[in-house]
């Protein structure tokens, strides 16, 4: 089974700080994704890379920047944490032509 | 409008009923549709796939109805564990990214 693994369950910062979520991915899938999901809003594309290198901006990036160093690793980076970034943070993996995803088990980010 | 629409719910049903799900979308050009399941407080996992002729997996069948851009689930003899979180993807063309609708909720009790 593909193991898509977020660093953390639960995050609470302060605004202003800088934030890393980091994802990880095991079965060599060339996408990797980063969702939001806030209640009412549903999942919503931030970014998304199909290579080592390479990223693509989705629906909302502004406010975030992401990093793939390594085909496994996917990271996302909120410059300087605001209390609008306060949701639940998934990040998915697939290969091909995106349309199975496999997601990890996401990050709940407080920014007080 | 939004991209992919769907009825928020909750649907609560008794186990053992049968129970409909519509999602509207509003890209006549999308090319691929999706069902994800999505438990409480955990991440969304593909249900099934959506195919032009309509497809069924057990208890579940999905169909597609391009002239009136909808697609649907039904889901026959609920169970309790079918209690989740129903979301709509749409795919607008190939290599595209995935469009998800904000879910609908279903609740089925004993």
């Known amino acids: 089974d593909v193991k898509v693994t977020q660093s953390s369950r639960y995050l609470v910062k302060r605004t202003g700080e800088k934030v890393f979520l980091e994802c990880v991915q095991d079965?060599?899938?060339?996408?990797m994704f980063w969702y939001r999901q806030d209640p009412g809003l549903g999942l919503r594309l931030i970014y998304f890379?199909?290579?080592?290198?390479?990223?693509e901006k989705g629906d909302i990036p502004e406010g975030y920047s992401v990093s793939r160093e390594k085909k496994e690793r996917f990271s996302l980076i909120l410059e300087s944490a605001s209390t609008n970034q306060t949701s639940m943070y998934l990040c998915?993996?697939?290969?091909?032509?995106?349309?199975?995803?496999?997601f990890g088990s996401g990050t709940q980010l407080s920014v007080l | 409008r939004k991209e992919v629409e769907q009825d928020p719910g909750p649907f609560n049903v008794p186990e053992g009923a049968t129970v409909a799900f519509n999602c509207t979308y509003s890209?006549?050009?999308?090319?691929?549709f999706f069902w994800y399941r999505q438990d409480c407080r955990k991440e969304p996992k593909l249900l099934m796939s959506?195919?032009?002729s309509g497809n069924e997996d057990g208890r579940f069948t999905a169909q597609l109805n391009r002239a009136s851009q909808y697609i649907s689930l039904l889901i026959r003899d609920s169970k309790l564990s079918d209690s989740a979180t129903y979301l709509c993807?749409?795919?607008?063309?190939?290599?595209?990214?995935?469009?998800f609708g904000t879910g609908t909720r279903l609740a089925v009790r004993p």
């Open positions: 890379s199909y290579d080592v290198k390479m990223k």
């Open positions: 959506v195919y032009s």
């Open positions: 993807v749409v795919k607008a063309s190939s290599g595209d990214k995935l469009t």
């Open positions: 079965m060599d899938h060339e996408n």
């Open positions: 890209n006549s050009a999308s090319q691929s």
């Open positions: 998915a993996s697939s290969v091909g032509g995106y349309e199975k995803l496999f």
